[in-house]
């Protein structure tokens, strides 16, 4: 019988495959190279195995070898002993270290995305805070000289400065409601040509500043059962992106229509939520831009939390990088689904796109 030793005191082993089993079934590698070495070659005559253990967990093992029988003595196998508890002590702090390492760094980038989200918010608040400030300072120093239709304007774009300043605030304060599973929905049959219109009713100065051309392709007999204050922030968040990213003139489109289940899952096809739709048929909204496009590795990011790319953060429009996630959080909310399709070539621009539940009467 070959005499094998253990890491313990008086325990001896006759065979490689006895202390193995011993010591622990998952080292699958340590347990295939050692029986490996006896397959191929000479058989060791006598060997030293110490586990290498850090309290209850087991890290690995060491052993010795020789070709001898009983050449080692017990000093040597003490001398495996502490050689083992040294490596498992630097093993445990090599771990440590990186976990360590690994912490310090998710919490460098959040401190980074933290003060990054404050910077593009308080921005963003500033924004139409100053719009409305100048227009009631207006009205307050020039309201005897001032026509009444100039009045008009000063009164509607003040507003629409509000609303504006209304949808950030109410961006931010949903993100936070929905990491909460906070948000209510009120769900209920909605037209979605009435949707759209109030959004670009909204956006209306912004449009003709830019001398835009809006295309309207809305059947005006789909609707969709969601809440329709919900449908309203998405479609808004999602023509208002349209309008930001896309140089002034650049034709927009929103189209809107009837899709069956099967039809949206070949669209769907490239996605990997496709499973969370339900067999039923949906109304499909898709806002179209011919602006640069996003490039296929960016798509995916945008949908994240405080998410900006690169050429949006270096470009002169700012963002607090919540609203394509809060359309995703909503949209998802109300049993439907939003992507983006782009090739990323300048030129041929971007299409968002979301379906809904149809709802029939």
């Not at 193995?20 to 029986?35: N, Q, S």
């Not at 209304?166 to 929905?178: E, I, P």
């Not at 809107?256 to 099967?262: G, L, M, R």
């Not at 995916?300 to 607090?320: E, H, P, W, Y």
Request: glycine share 6%; net charge negative; proline share 3%.
């Amino acid at each position: 019988m070959q005499r094998f030793e253990g890491p313990e005191q008086d325990l001896l082993f006759s065979s490689v495959e006895d202390y193995l089993k011993y010591v622990d079934d998952g080292m699958p590698d340590a347990r295939a190279e050692i029986v490996g070495r006896e397959m191929n070659g000479k058989i060791a005559q006598a060997r030293i195995f110490t586990l290498i253990q850090h309290g209850n967990q087991s890290l690995g093992f060491l052993s010795v070898q020789s070709y001898q029988k009983n050449v080692y003595t017990r000093r040597q196998v003490d001398l495996l002993k502490e050689i083992g508890r040294q490596a498992a002590i630097a093993i445990t702090n090599a771990r440590l270290y990186v976990a360590q390492r690994e912490a310090l760094k998710r919490a460098q980038e959040s401190e980074q995305l933290k003060n990054h989200f404050l910077m593009t918010a308080s921005h963003e608040l500033r924004t139409p805070l100053t719009a409305i400030q100048g227009y009631l300072e207006l009205l307050g120093e020039f309201s005897e000289v001032l026509d009444e239709e100039s009045k008009a304007r000063f009164i509607a774009n003040a507003r629409r400065a509000c609303e504006e300043l209304v949808l950030l605030l109410g961006n931010v304060m949903d993100a936070s409601r929905l990491d909460q599973d906070m948000v209510a929905l009120k769900l209920g049959p909605v037209n979605v040509l009435q949707s759209v219109q109030l959004i670009v009713e909204i956006l209306e100065p912004i449009i003709s500043r830019e001398q835009r051309e809006l295309e309207l392709a809305v059947d005006e007999n789909v609707y969709v059962w969601v809440d329709d204050l919900r449908l309203r922030q998405i479609l808004l968040n999602l023509v208002g992106n349209a309008l930001k990213y896309t140089p002034a003139g650049t034709r927009i489109e929103v189209k809107a229509s009837e899709v069956s289940f099967t039809e949206l899952e070949k669209r769907l096809a490239d996605t990997r939520r496709r499973s969370m739709l339900y067999e039923g048929n949906y109304a499909l909204i898709e806002i179209c831009d011919w602006g640069p496009g996003v490039a296929p590795p960016d798509q995916a990011r945008l949908f994240t939390k405080f998410m900006r790319l690169d050429d949006a953060i270096n470009s002169v429009q700012r963002g607090a990088g919540l609203g394509l996630y809060l359309c995703l959080q909503l949209t998802e909310a109300m049993s439907g689904q939003i992507w983006l399709e782009s090739s990323g070539i300048p030129g041929e621009g971007s299409t968002f796109c979301v379906a809904l539940p149809l709802y029939r009467e």
